[in-house]
């Protein structure tokens, strides 16, 4: 089992930034996972935002975030950061964090992923 908590979210104005943080433990995650954050605006179906490898550290994210929101990992505290920079209402969601055993790629489907947080979330004003 893995265990995944979020923190970090909040209500921003647009244009402004907040950094996610989600923590990982349980006795099952290890280097063959990636973690990833996903995110569901009210009446609307979860969307894959942006994910890393936790050995390689290989990045993919969704073209709407591109040139706005990074992804980094910190192994020493087993915990992946979401910070998110110019900040636009269409952001408004709640952002879910998620774990995915994978061997080298960076999956970008739900489906992909077997353990998930909470979901922490982020409002951004206009």
């Known amino acids: 089992q893995v265990q995944l908590v979020e923190s970090g979210g909040g209500l921003v104005q647009a244009g402004g930034s907040l950094r996610l943080s989600c923590a990982a433990s349980g006795r099952t995650f290890s280097s063959d996972y990636a973690l990833g954050w996903f995110r569901q605006a009210s009446g609307k179906e979860r969307e894959f935002v942006i994910a890393i490898t936790w050995n390689a550290g290989l990045t993919s994210y969704t073209d709407s975030v591109k040139g706005r929101f990074t992804i980094s990992r910190d192994k020493a505290k087993n915990t992946v950061y979401l910070q998110m920079n110019s900040l636009k209402p269409d952001d408004t969601a709640v952002y879910y964090c998620?774990?995915?055993?994978?061997?080298?790629?960076?999956?970008?489907?739900?489906?992909?992923?077997?353990?998930w947080g909470k979901g922490t979330l982020v409002t951004v004003s206009s």
């Open positions: 998620a774990a995915a055993p994978t061997q080298n790629w960076v999956p970008t489907i739900g489906n992909e992923y077997r353990y």
